[in-house]
C-alpha cells in the first residue's frame, strides 16, 4: 500500500472514542460501496488544508423529530421552506431546475407514484445542509454541492437549493445549500448514514470544493487538536431566533452549579481526550517522516507543524471556557493558558 492511500484510510477510518470505525477502505450505506470512490491523496491535501488554516467544510443533517417531518407532507413542506415558497430556484437530480410553487408541487406529486404516502411513521427524505463561511463565492458552492449529490447519491432523487441569507437577520449569512435526498434509491435500498458516512460526505464535499478553486479542508475535531464542540447548528439557529433550548436549559443549570460551588467544571473524557491526542500526534510524526524519505519536504514540514499545533493545544470545554471568563474575568488566550497549566498540575 502507498503512503498516499495509506493516509486516505487512516483519515477516514480513524476511530474516535465517538465514532465507529468504517469496516472497508470505502465507506457506504450499510453494506454497500459507494459508486464513486474519493479521489487518492484524499487524506493528504486535507491535512495539509488543516495545516494552513483553510476553512472547514459543514455537512449536517438537521434533526426534525415533529410528526410534520415525516411521509410526503413532511417532505412538501422541507421542500416549500427550502425553496422559500416558491421564491427559490430548486434544481433536480437530473438537472432540471424548477422556480415557483407550480412547477414544485408538480414534481411532489411525480414522487408520489413512487409510492410514498402522504403519510408515514417513516422519514421519507434526507435533509442535508452543506455550507461554508461568508466570503465564499456562492455559486462554487452550488456548483461542488451538484457534483457532491451526483456522485454521493447515484441512484437516489433529490432536489437541492442555495441560500445566501444576506438579506434575513436571524439567519446565518453564508452561502449553504439545502439538499433534500429520497431515502430509498431506483432499488428500494434506504439510506442509513452513520458518522463515519457524514466524515466521509465532508471529504467529499471539500474535494467538489478545491474543483471549484475554493480553499477549504475537511477534518475531524481531534485530527485539529480541538476537544471542544462547536455549537449545534440547529441549537444556534434556535438561540438567534430567541428559542431556549434544553440544551441550553442543561448547560445554564451546569454552570450557575459550578459558580455556587466556586469549581471548576470537569472535563469527564480527559483521560480518553488525551489518548486520542497522543495517537494522533503520534501518526503525524510518522507521516512526515514518511515524506521527507520520498522527498516531499514542504508537505512533511506542513504535517510537522500541524503535529506541534496539535500537541501544544489545551483541553477546554466549553462549560469551562464560560466558567474561567465568568469568575476570573480571563479572556479567551488567558484562558487558555490557565487551562494548560491546571491540566499539567493534575
Known sequence: ??????????????????????????????????????????????????????????????????????????VCRHIDYISRNGEVEVETHDGERLQGKKDIHAMTRHWQKLGIADTSKHREALNIVLSMPAHTPPAAVKNAARKFAQEQFDGHQYVFALHTDRDRPNEPAHPHVHLCVLMRDEYGHRINPRKNDLFEWRVRFAEKLREEGVACAATRRQHRGITRKGENFVLRSMRQRGFVGSAHKKQAES????????????????????????????EYGRIAKELY??????????????????????????????????????SKKQSHNANNISEVER
Open 1 to 74: 500500500m502507498s503512503l498516499q492511500s495509506d493516509i486516505d484510510d487512516w483519515l477516514l477510518g480513524y476511530k474516535t472514542r465517538a465514532v465507529k470505525g468504517k469496516s472497508s477502505a470505502s465507506l457506504s450505506f450499510g453494506n454497500r460501496q459507494s459508486k464513486h470512490p474519493l479521489k487518492p491523496g484524499c487524506g493528504l491535501a486535507n491535512l495539509r488544508a488543516a495545516a494552513l488554516k483553510q476553512p472547514e467544510v459543514m455537512v449536517k443533517i438537521p434533526r426534525r423529530k415533529s410528526a410534520n417531518s415525516t411521509g410526503l407532507k413532511g
Open 255 to 282: 454552570l450557575i452549579e459550578a459558580l455556587a460551588k466556586n469549581e471548576r467544571p470537569k472535563y469527564l473524557f480527559l483521560k480518553e481526550a488525551m489518548q486520542t491526542r497522543g495517537i494522533i500526534v503520534g
Open 293 to 330: 524519505k520520498l522527498g516531499h519536504k514542504t508537505e512533511a514540514k506542513i504535517v510537522s507543524k500541524l503535529a506541534a499545533e496539535v500537541s501544544g493545544t489545551g483541553f477546554n470545554t466549553q462549560a469551562q471556557v464560560i466558567f474561567d471568563q465568568s469568575v476570573h474575568g480571563l
